[in-house]
């Protein structure tokens, strides 16, 4: 099997699997990190094959659906790269991949590195921020029946894995607890460049929303 047919069977098998997935987190999350991941390898010395399957497959079972289960999205991943013709160090990439792409808080220490888990990283990243990623918070706050806003709770920017996982606060914190942080958390300097201007981006409409909220504007 060649690597384009292998790669065509992953992507019917992700659009398959999240067929039914929140919106934030279904198969068009994935297309979006996969065409993200292949503009960033574009510069960077790395294995297009593992960019790619990594890509298709970091989010297969995101955790935050299966009640926090970290080891599922990397069982369903790998006992679908082991039915295909795939070398064993390929999939055994692709798995560390995704035991180690999410953010988890960021205050949890990565003990995996490679240049394809960097590249799908700031591919990941970049879909959490912009007007995408705006998006995609709303949708996921509103999916979990959260406030909007609320004033009287203030951001945690100390939290551990487990109180980041378990969180409940209003969508708007999340601004302040994660996607804020994220442009300087790239790894690569594609990533940083586009990253830079969907920050910008998050920004003003935090600005925006914060007047309209107070009746100025």
């Known amino acids: 099997m060649t690597q384009d047919q292998i790669l ?3 992507i019917d098998f992700v659009k398959d ?3 039914n997935a929140e919106g934030g987190h279904d198969w068009f999350h994935i297309q979006r990190v996969f065409n993200n991941a292949k503009l960033i390898a574009k510069n960077e010395n790395v294995d297009e094959f593992v ?3 990594g890509a298709l497959l970091h989010d297969i079972a995101d955790s ?3 009640d926090g289960d970290e080891t599922i999205g990397p069982k369903v991943a790998f ?3 082991e039915s295909l013709d795939i070398e064993k160090d390929v999939i055994t990439h692709v798995i560390k991949i995704i035991k180690n792409i999410s953010f988890k808080g960021g205050n949890v ?3 995996f590195k490679s240049p394809e888990l960097d590249v799908i990283q700031d591919a990941d990243r970049l879909d959490a921020i912009g007007a995408i990623g705006i998006a995609r918070c709303f949708n996921y706050g509103g999916f979990k ?3 909007l806003y609320n004033p009287e709770i203030s951001p945690n920017l100390h939290m551990s894995k487990e109180e980041y996982k378990s969180s409940t606060a209003p969508t708007i914190n999340h601004f302040y607890e994660k996607l804020l942080l994220l442009k300087d958390r790239m790894n690569t300097q594609t990533g940083k460049t586009i990253a830079l201007e969907r920050h910008r981006f998050m920004e003003d409409f935090l600005n925006q929303f914060y007047n309209e909220w107070e009746g100025k504007s």
């Open 8 to 10: 065509s069977k992953t």
């Open 17 to 19: 699997k999240l067929s």
């Open 51 to 53: 960019v790619a399957l």
């Open 64 to 66: 935050k659906f299966y």
């Open 79 to 81: 006992d679908f790269l």
């Open 109 to 111: 220490i990565q003990d």
């Open 145 to 147: 029946n959260r406030a």
